[in-house]
Antibody, heavy 120, light 111 residues
């Protein structure tokens, strides 16, 4: 079945960096847009970034623009999020999600999430 | 940027029907599709409604979605409530300037 598995989360100091990965299986990875979405403890969902199937089209939320970089390696069925200049408010569970391949978009497959904690 | 506003919480008894609203602050709710996600405690979100009123396979027909242009809002209705429906529900939409916008989420309590 289709599966997305995130990794790379952990504890990092403010102003530090972290790279998250999301490995996909059970799908033709190169055909799909993908996204990162985060959820701070006890809070709601916040979209972070998305990337087109080719990697040529990328969008970021204003809250992470200039600090985070999304990328993908279609040969490795993997999505990445490079996070630099981390702040306490970046503390969250980070989910990767597949964009539904339909006109309305949305996210039809989610990973289990990886926790990022930014604290000194 | 537009916002999607949901009630913080709703509660209803098993077997009853509940409706969760999602009001768009600017731009027409009918201009862009709305999705609804269910998130049970400790789990990842799953889609219960996409493209305003479409149910993914496996989602029971007790779940339905609609939009109302007069109130500029979308609604998720759950009928025949079960205790397993207790979860957080999020609406989500977009426009040409905002690729993804989530509502703040609604905690559904079935008691």
């Amino acid at each position: 079945q289709v599966q997305l598995v995130e990794s790379g989360g952990g504890l990092v100091k403010p102003r530090g960096s972290l790279r998250l990965s999301c490995e996909a299986s059970g799908l033709t990875f190169r055909d799909y847009y993908l996204s990162w979405i985060r959820q701070a403890p006890g809070k709601g969902l916040e979209w972070v970034s998305y990337i087109s199937s080719s990697g040529r089209t990328i969008y970021y939320a204003d809250s992470v623009k200039g600090r985070f970089t999304i990328s993908r390696d279609n040969a490795k069925n993997s999505l990445y999020l490079q996070m630099n200049s981390l702040r306490a408010e970046d503390t969250a569970v980070y989910y990767c999600a597949r964009v539904r391949p339909s006109e309305g978009g949305g996210f039809d497959i989610w990973g289990q999430g990886t926790m990022v904690t930014v604290s000194s | 940027n537009f916002m999607l506003t949901q009630p913080r919480s709703v509660s209803e008894s098993p077997g009853k029907t509940v409706t969760i609203s999602c009001t768009r602050s600017s731009g027409s709710i009918a201009s862009n599709y709305v999705q609804w996600y269910q998130q049970r405690p400790g789990s990842s979100p799953t889609t219960v409604i996409y493209e305003n009123n479409q149910r993914p396979s496996g989602v029971p027909d007790r779940f339905s979605g609609s939009i109302d242009s007069s109130s500029n809002s979308a609604s998720l209705t759950i009928s025949g409530l079960k205790t397993e429906d207790e979860a957080d529900y999020y609406c989500q939409s977009y426009d040409s300037s905002n690729p993804v916008v989530f509502g703040g989420g609604t905690k559904l309590t079935v008691l």
